[in-house]
T-cell receptor, first 117, second 116 residues
Framework: GAVVSQHPSWVICKSGTSVKIECRSL??????MFWYRQFPKQSLMLMAT?????????EQGVEKDKFLINHASLTLSTLTVTSAHPEDSSFYIC?????????????FGQGTRLTVV | AQSVTQLGSHVSVSEGALVLLRCNYS??????LFWYVQYPNQGLQLLLK??????LVKGINGFEAEFKKSETSFHLTKPSAHMSDAAEYFC??????????????FGKGTHLIIQP
């Protein structure tokens, strides 16, 4: 299967600073990537859809100015949490879209645990 | 609109016993259904998926699931639990067969505990 790599796997930052999380498709090109957020013992919630070369589409309730998404190449999307606060502490997971024939399949990264202190 | 309900946030079974994790969905379009497994601090691994055709779907690690349209269910089973099956399991629905076209809607997850 296709491989998606997320970096870093965990990060601790001070309140008020910004953190960048990278999502890379290692062996395929992904025109679309998705960013999810998972609170402890809860499900994954789709935050935004990232399309290469265009602006991301954010889900309702997600602050686009706080969660900056850049998808500058077909193998890399980044999520930057700006001015992080403790309530932003969460597990962030990306998935990248790979086509098998005409079917778009989703492959997930290993996730990034963000802790804001 | 789509939604997924997983009954039971925690399920505990003995090693060697039957595993049954329940999932019900609602969808305004023909659903594509998925089961994922998540180990602590890791991403999601696809166990199996239903797209079209046979309603009994076999996946990895001995898991299988049956799509029942009349019951709007997609329950996950495994005949004999192993200790290594202990993890979080998520049921998900998508409007696209690969789950990759428009994202996935996840259930809240079921934590599977295996008793020795």
């Amino acid at each position: 299967g296709a491989v998606v790599s997320q970096h870093p796997s965990w990060v601790i930052c001070k309140s008020g600073t910004s953190v960048k999380i990278e999502c890379r498709s290692l062996d395929f090109q992904a025109t679309t990537m998705f960013w999810y957020r998972q609170f402890p013992k809860q499900s994954l919630m789709l935050m935004a859809t990232s399309n290469e070369g265009s602006k991301a589409t954010y889900e309702q309730g997600v602050e686009k100015d706080k969660f900056l998404i850049n998808h500058a190449s077909l193998t890399l999307s980044t999520l930057t949490v700006t001015s992080a606060h403790p309530e932003d502490s969460s597990f962030y997971i990306c998935s990248a879209q790979s086509y098998r024939g005409s079917i778009a399949e989703a492959f997930f990264g290993q996730g990034t645990r963000l802790t804001v202190v | 609109a789509q939604s997924v309900t997983q009954l039971g946030s925690h399920v505990s079974v003995s090693e060697g016993a039957l595993v049954l994790l329940r999932c019900n969905y609602s969808s305004s379009v023909p659903p594509y259904l998925f089961w994922y497994v998540q180990y602590p601090n890791q991403g999601l691994q696809l166990l199996l998926k239903y797209t079209t055709g046979a309603t009994l779907v076999k996946g990895i690690n001995g898991f299988e699931a049956e799509f029942k349209k009349s019951e709007t269910s997609f329950h996950l089973t495994k005949p004999s639990a192993h200790m290594s099956d202990a993890a979080e399991y998520f049921c998900a629905v998508s409007g696209s067969s690969g789950g990759g076209a428009d994202g996935l809607t996840f259930g809240k997850g079921t934590h599977l505990i295996i008793q020795p």
